[in-house]
């Protein structure tokens, strides 16, 4: 069974720093894309940023020059590197990938379980 397993999220203060990681594990044959989703309370769930296998990448407007994606693909890990947090940056964040499973049925999306990060004085 293919699951993703996030880690790295809490309580940061305006200006900080955090670092987000997602780990996929289980039998998957292939992983195209991997990002990272937000969703802040009474809003709907957005894009971050994202990366393919090749390393091209993708962010939200709201966080361009202060979050960073990166990927390691022996590891079926992905990373979002958050700088000069804002309590804007509240939310609780989510990994995605694009993956095809072992088991033959094409490419899917899985998440994972969520990490609160919250920005706070």
């Known amino acids: 069974q293919v699951q993703l397993v996030e880690s790295g999220g809490g309580l940061v203060q305006p200006g900080g720093s955090l670092r987000l990681s997602c780990a996929a594990s289980?039998?998957?044959?292939?992983?195209?894309?991997m990002g990272w989703y937000r969703q802040a309370p009474g809003k709907g769930r957005e894009l971050v940023a994202s990366i393919t296998r090749g390393g091209r990448t993708n962010y939200a407007d709201s966080v361009k020059g202060r979050f960073t994606i990166a990927r390691d693909n022996a590891k079926n890990t992905v990373y979002l590197q958050m700088n000069s947090l804002d309590p804007e940056d509240t939310a609780v964040y989510y990994c995605?990938?694009?993956?095809?499973?072992?088991?033959?049925?094409?490419?899917?999306?899985?998440w994972g379980q969520g990490t609160q990060v919250t920005v706070s004085s």
């Open positions: 289980g039998r998957i044959l292939d992983i195209n894309v």
């Open positions: 995605n990938a694009h993956l095809a499973p072992a088991y033959g049925l094409g490419y899917l999306d899985y």
